[in-house]
Each structure stands twice: as structure tokens, then as C-alpha cells.
């Protein structure tokens, strides 16, 4: 029944900025790390961003670091990712993952949404 839903994706100009939410249900948040990750056509799977609910600590992707900003909401039981200075190699599908701390791989995955960005 745990389920996680990405929303805010869509098509932006270079420069620009996008937020990303990941809502989760079935689940709450305060007992995992939430991460972000995409995935661009004939490419891997990469690391953008993850934050660990107990503590609030953060980390990035190289690629990322600067622009993207990871945050929560704990009342919306929400993960967003404010994406800042849009970049072309910025397009990509974006995911949303969970993992509880225990576990060394994400466990929940959602579906994804497409961000593209325009030169």
C-alpha cells in the first residue's frame, strides 16, 4: 500500500526554476531518508539530492549542488526539491525514493515526473 506521487514537473526555459513534490501515503516520512534521483534518455540512473527526516541533514549530487534545494514539510508528510538555474542537462525524469536508515537500498519508488528544460 506504501505509495510515493511526484508532481511539478513540466516544461521550463534555461534559467529558470521548477518545484518538485513527493507526497507519500501508506507511509510517513519521519522514519526514512528521501531521496531524489533522474534519469535522462540512454543514461543512468543518477543522484540528486537526499534528505534524512531525524535531523534534517541534506546532501547533493555534484551536478546539483547550488542550484537544488531538498526540504520537507513535515505537517504535508511531503519532500520537495526546489530546482534553481535550469540548465538544458537538467532534463530528465525525476524520482522520488524511500529508504528507512536501516536499509542500504531506497525501498519505494515513485513513477516519476518529466522535467524538460528549453534552451
Known amino acids: 500500500q506504501a505509495q510515493l506521487l511526484e508532481s511539478g514537473g513540466g516544461l521550463v526555459q534555461a534559467g529558470g526554476s521548477l518545484r518538485l513534490s513527493c507526497a507519500a501515503s501508506?507511509?510517513?516520512?519521519?522514519?526514512?531518508?528521501v531521496g531524489w534521483f533522474r534519469q535522462a534518455p540512454g543514461k543512468e540512473r543518477e543522484f540528486v539530492a537526499v534528505?534524512?527526516?531525524?535531523?534534517?541533514?541534506?546532501g547533493y549530487g555534484d551536478s546539483v549542488k547550488g542550484r537544488f534545494t531538498i526540504s520537507k514539510d513535515n505537517t504535508k508528510n511531503t519532500v520537495y526539491l526546489q530546482m534553481s538555474s535550469l540548465k538544458a542537462e537538467d532534463t530528465a525524469v525525476y524520482y522520488c525514493?524511500?529508504?528507512?536508515?536501516?536499509?542500504?537500498?531506497?525501498?519505494?519508488w515513485g513513477q516519476g515526473t518529466q522535467v524538460t528544460v528549453s534552451s
Open positions: 525514493a524511500a529508504r528507512r536508515p536501516s536499509m542500504s537500498s531506497y525501498e519505494y
Open positions: 501508506g507511509l510517513t516520512f519521519v522514519s526514512y531518508a
Open positions: 534528505i534524512n527526516w531525524s535531523g534534517g541533514a541534506t
